[in-house]
């Protein structure tokens, strides 16, 4: 029903900059949420950033102060502002689609690989 294509990914030194984006299509109207999570070999997958329908957003402490979520319902798509970026920071990251109701379920993009090396 819904389609997540992420964008923006790539190479950057610390304390550099990127956006990654996320366009969506399909069933959109059912999204409750979008958000950014990130994976690094080893690591279990985590949360990074979230933002609501009623567009309230929240940060994994990491990130406070670093990233920005946001969206553009216009284009139908979710973007993470990452500046100040650590080694740390390195890892493949997902956008998530969730739809909550009865039964919640959640859509996956297929990944952008962020890699912050000097």
């Known amino acids: 029903q819904v389609q997540l294509v992420e964008s923006g990914g790539g190479l950057v030194q610390p304390g550099g900059s990127l956006r990654l984006s996320c366009a969506a299509s399909?069933?959109?109207?059912?999204?409750?949420?979008m958000g950014w999570y990130r994976q690094a070999p080893g690591k279990q997958r985590e949360l990074v950033a979230v933002?609501?329908?009623?567009?309230?957003?929240n940060y994994a402490d990491s990130v406070k102060g670093r990233f920005t979520i946001s969206r553009d319902n216009a284009k139908n798509t979710v973007y993470l502002q990452m500046n100040s970026l650590k080694p740390e920071d390195t890892a493949v990251y997902y956008c998530?689609?969730?739809?909550?109701?009865?039964?919640?379920?959640?859509?996956w993009g297929q990944g952008t690989q962020v890699t912050v090396s000097s």
């Open positions: 998530n689609g969730r739809r909550t109701g009865w039964v919640t379920y959640d859509y």
């Open positions: 399909g069933s959109i109207f059912s999204i409750s949420a």
């Open positions: 933002i609501t329908s009623g567009g309230s957003t």
